[in-house]
């Protein structure tokens, strides 16, 4: 008697199933390292946009800020002790000013602060920099190429976190306003990344 043909389903061996499973991993992982390399290839980096001043400011064709006498009239250094201080500023200024503290990149409403004018220390009012010194650095926070006047700055060696960076403080006040880096635009390359809480905006004709 002639019998049917019957075809049997075997199961997949377990070698299979593994091979399987390494395969979609191995997908998996690729995707998502091709999604990271993206990612990071997409980000601003503070080196490149350093070099590049702000648009605004670039074709506004003003000419650039000069202090008035007042900004040069001789001023004796601000001293006071961390209990005036404290009643002075706002907790978030004091911990920045004179905790040293650093604010959050991208916080500051400066960052898109265009108008032509200065920006003067948030402690005592000392003309730091001007709007035309002002750049889109990428970094996060406002960044400036110079000060307004000679000398209205100070630096000092900064090795905190294991890190080694030169502060940038008021020459008045003594208060913390952030760091300098040389990867800024010419002529000067400097770039003067602020704490915005540290600085507060006139706008100037």
Known sequence: ?????????RPFSLS????????????????????????FARQPRAQQNAVVADPALK?????PLTPTAEDLAPVPKVVKTDAEWMKILTPRQYSILRG?????????VLLIEHRRGVFHCAGCGAPLFASDAKFESGTGWPSFSKPFIPGIIMTAEDHAFGMERDEVLCARCGAHLGHVFDDGPPPSGLRYCLNGVALKFEPRP
Not at 59 to 63: L, R, V
Not at 100 to 108: D, G, I, Q, V
């Open 100 to 108: 040293k503290k650093t604010e959050l990149a991208c916080s500051s």
């Open 1 to 9: 008697m002639g019998g049917r043909n019957q075809s049997v389903a």
């Open 16 to 39: 299979n199933r593994l091979m399987n499973f390494n395969l979609v991993r191995f997908v998996v992982i690729l995707a998502l390292i091709t999604a990271g390399v993206v990612y």
């Open 59 to 63: 074709s506004s064709g003003e000419p």
